[in-house]
C-alpha cells in the first residue's frame, strides 16, 4: 500500500506558474504508475497527466499539453506537475493517484488516491 500526500497548490494569476508536488510513503514508489487528475467546481474529476514507473512514458490531456510537464524523482519518492502559463479554467483540486499494475487516462486505472491540492487562478 501506498500513501500520498500532495502539496504546492496555491492563489496564482493567469499565466504564472506553480510546481505540484507528490510525496510517496509505504512500498517502492518505483513500483507504481503516478498520475496527477483534477476537479474544477461542479465538475467530475478528470486526467491531467500521467508518467510510468520508469519516467519514460507520459500522457497528458490535450488542455495542458505544452504547458504542464509531469515528471517523477523516484530517489525521493516523488512526482511533480509542472505547471506553466495556467489559465483560469485550470482552477480546480488536483489529486495525486498511484497503481502499481494499470497505467493509463481513466480513474480506475488508479488504486491509490491523495486528498488534493488547490489550485485557483485568477484572470
Known amino acids: 500500500q501506498v500513501r500520498l500526500v500532495e502539496s504546492g497548490g496555491g492563489l496564482v494569476q493567469a499565466g504564472d506558474s506553480l510546481r505540484l508536488s507528490c510525496a510517496a510513503s509505504g512500498r517502492t514508489f518505483s513500483r507504481y504508475n503516478m498520475g496527477w487528475f483534477r476537479q474544477a467546481p461542479g465538475k467530475e474529476r478528470e486526467f491531467v497527466a500521467a508518467?510510468?514507473?520508469?519516467?519514460?512514458?507520459?500522457y497528458y490531456t490535450d488542455s495542458v499539453k505544452g504547458r504542464f510537464t509531469i515528471s517523477r524523482d523516484n530517489a525521493k519518492n516523488t512526482v511533480y506537475l509542472q505547471m506553466n502559463s495556467l489559465k483560469p479554467e485550470d482552477t480546480a483540486v488536483y489529486y495525486c493517484?498511484?497503481?502499481?499494475?494499470?497505467?493509463?487516462?481513466?480513474?480506475?486505472?488508479?488504486?491509490?488516491w491523495g486528498q488534493g491540492t488547490q489550485v485557483t487562478v485568477s484572470s
Open positions: 493517484a498511484a497503481d502499481e499494475d494499470r497505467f493509463g487516462r481513466l480513474e480506475y486505472d488508479y488504486g491509490y
Open positions: 508518467v510510468i514507473r520508469n519516467g519514460v512514458i507520459t
